[in-house]
């Protein structure tokens, strides 16, 4: 059983009559897909659904898998399956025609024109014959087609006009009730004023069994009609229940306000509204299930086992999505656990169990408590449900840290099974935690131990020690994780190239807190440099001078271990009347190797004496990776 909206029925008319079908599954499990709907319905194995835009035909298994698919079948607006559910029937508007299809590989069967440029729109399956409907909002009608009659199978103006008094407005919406082969349900579409005709099909003439002339005092326009299963009743817009006999409609009830329905052949009810579908009961004011989805189109599985929707994508189409276990409600369970507590000490848990569809009495719920001593869970005994779905326990937590308490409803007949849960801050001892070296400078490439000391604790002895070097090139590095030693130690050495922050971290157990501790240790950088063009190394007091003739260049050459951006320091100093002064300071990059070579231009004087060394600043030579660092001096004699 299904309907169509007006809104999903409009055919987009364009493409070619040609038809091709590919039947074999893809190799992946692709999700079937539609751009704009264009009919939807299932048989016991397969949904089918029509896409409008790209004008072809879709095969889905139940799960909604795509099986096989056919195109060219220009606007698809409407689909129908046959009462033993072996054909398949599009309509076609772009071409003006009904294509029927096998539905067990999507092979055309036939196809028959119509001879009509305002249709066919709808179809519906019924009384051995293909109904649909055709025409504009000011004329429309209703046509079908007898696949035994060889010689004319498709007839026009079939609406009866008798008792109607002006017929049909606009391209009637149309729907059956498996329950009740021989019915065709009919609603207008044109004008909004919801006229709406219920139909005797069962000799293949349509004969006049109700009819409503859209005087508005039923409904304000139809988008959505179907004929309530195994009642004189039908919906409109997925709300209003409307009886007929005697040839009248008279309202019957409604269901909270929707946008379009189906209804299984069990006479649930599955309502699309908005961002959410609903199943109802007959007659129910309250949903069985409540599923959060919006839906453009909806279909029942032959035995209501599931329900199947088309639900908006985020490429803009839809994706058919089945809503399984329709006929059980689902409860709301509510845990309300403490949000801190102490170890070794009772607590209290309450909650609440409720459901639309009422739950039988003295149900019990299962409890399960997950913490650190048992991560897998532990059963606690069951708790028993008071009259008004309230419900409490009390336990006494052995471990700390999060505990999570955990109930179940098992589900009965006509519930779903439910769970919830609620978590406690159990309170832990502090342990001590400590790791050496913080603040001590070494020397660059130094091979520096590490040893981090734990205090008491329960069960767990493991300490992990981190290494992260200065600098966003460096990860923070796992350099060492074990149990510490009779004496609470865990040592791991790192090699001191940069600055580094070494961190010790104590995971926690069952009755003491994590622990983490952090400390920072700095390394020099590696620094020296070379002299080159002097003519000879020879000591002037106690100190060893390279000498150079009085217009030569000296050659200085500083090796550095290397970092991006990185510059080194040239500082020169000149010795007179016994004391050293600055003669300047100049930053110079280091290329990728590490060097940077200045020549220092000669004075030309003879007996000059000067020095020269290259220094890491801090921050100022670039980056802050390493710490400052001196190179030795390199002292320069010129002589004549």
Do not use: C
């Amino acid at each position: 059983m299904r309907s169509t909206s007006a809104a999903t029925a409009l055919a987009v008319l364009f493409g070619s009559a040609a038809l091709s079908v590919v039947a074999a599954a893809p190799a992946s499990a692709a999700t079937a897909v539609v751009k704009a709907p264009g009919g939807m319905v299932a048989n016991g194995q397969r949904v089918f659904l029509g896409d409008r835009q790209a004008g072809t035909v879709l095969a889905a298994n139940h799960s909604g898998t795509v099986l096989a698919s056919v195109s060219g079948v220009s606007g698809v607006s409407d689909l129908a399956l046959s009462d033993d559910g072996a054909t398949l029937y599009a309509a076609a508007p772009g071409t003006h025609e009904i294509v029927a299809l096998d539905a067990a590989t999507l092979d055309v069967k036939a196809r028959y024109p119509v001879a009509t440029d305002t249709g066919p729109v709808h179809v519906a399956y019924a009384g051995g014959k293909v109904w649909f409907s055709y025409g504009d909002q000011w004329d429309g009608d209703l046509g079908s087609v007898d696949p035994a009659n060889v010689d004319a199978p498709v007839a026009l103006a079939q609406f009866p006009k008798e008792g109607t008094s002006v017929g049909m407005w606009g391209q009637a919406l149309l729907d059956t009730d498996p329950l009740r082969p021989g019915l065709l349900a009919a609603g207008e579409t044109g004008l909004s004023t919801g006229s709406m005709a219920v139909l005797d099909v069962s000799d293949g003439t349509a004969k006049l069994t109700a009819w409503h002339n859209g005087d508005y005092s039923l409904n304000h326009g139809i988008g959505d009609i179907d004929l309530v299963a195994g009642n004189d009743q039908v919906l409109v817009n997925g709300t209003d229940r409307d009886a007929y006999a005697d040839g009248r409609f008279t309202k019957a009830g409604a269901y909270p306000a929707g946008h379009r329905a189906d209804i299984g052949r069990s006479g649930l009810v599955a309502q699309s509204t908005g961002s959410k579908v609903a199943v109802y009961r007959p007659n129910a004011t309250q949903p069985v299930r409540t599923y959060s989805t919006a839906a453009a189109d909806l279909a029942w599985a032959p035995d209501s086992s599931r329900i199947f929707a088309l639900v908006p994508n985020s490429t803009g189409g839809y994706s058919l999505k089945a809503l399984t276990s329709p006929n059980l409600n689902v409860p709301t369970l509510k845990v309300n656990a403490p949000s801190t507590a102490t170890r070794n000490k009772k607590l209290t848990v309450t909650g609440k169990i409720s459901a639309t569809v009422p739950l039988p009495e003295g149900i019990q719920l299962s409890v399960t408590r997950t913490d650190l001593d048992s991560p897998n869970g532990k059963a606690l005994p069951a708790v028993k449900v008071k009259a008004d779905g309230t419900y409490s326990f009390t336990n006494t937590p052995p471990a700390g840290g999060k505990v999570k308490y955990t109930v179940k409803y098992a589900g009965d007949a006509t519930h779903a099974p439910v769970s919830a849960s609620d978590t406690v801050e159990v309170s832990r001892a502090a342990t001590k935690l400590s790791l050496n070296n913080n603040g001590k400078l070494y020397g660059y490439g130094a091979d520096v131990k590490f040893t981090a000391h734990l205090g008491t604790t329960y069960k767990n002895r493991t300490v992990e020690i981190w290494a992260n070097p200065y600098g966003s090139d460096k990860p923070n590095k796992l350099i060492k994780t074990g149990k510490v030693n009779s004496s609470g130690n865990l040592s791991a050495v790192v090699d001191m190239k940069r600055d580094t922050t070494v961190t010790a971290v104590f995971k926690g157990d069952a009755r003491y807190k994590p622990k983490t501790v952090k400390v920072t240790a700095y390394a020099k950088a590696k620094v020296s440099t070379t002299v080159a063009k002097h003519y000879k190394k020879a000591k002037i007091g106690s100190t060893t001078y390279y000498w150079f003739h009085k217009n030569t260049d000296p050659l200085l050459t500083t090796t550095m271990n290397y970092y991006a951006g990185r510059q080194q320091r040239f500082d020169l100093q000149v010795y007179h009347q016994g004391k050293w002064y600055d003669a300047g300071s100049e930053y110079f990059s280091l290329g990728t190797n590490g060097k940077s070579a200045v020549t220092l231009e000669a004075p030309g004087q003879a007996g000059i004496k000067a020095r020269m060394r290259s220094a890491y600043i801090n921050g100022s030579s670039g980056d802050n990776v390493n710490s400052t660092t001196y190179g030795t001096w390199k002292y320069l004699y010129f002589s004549n």
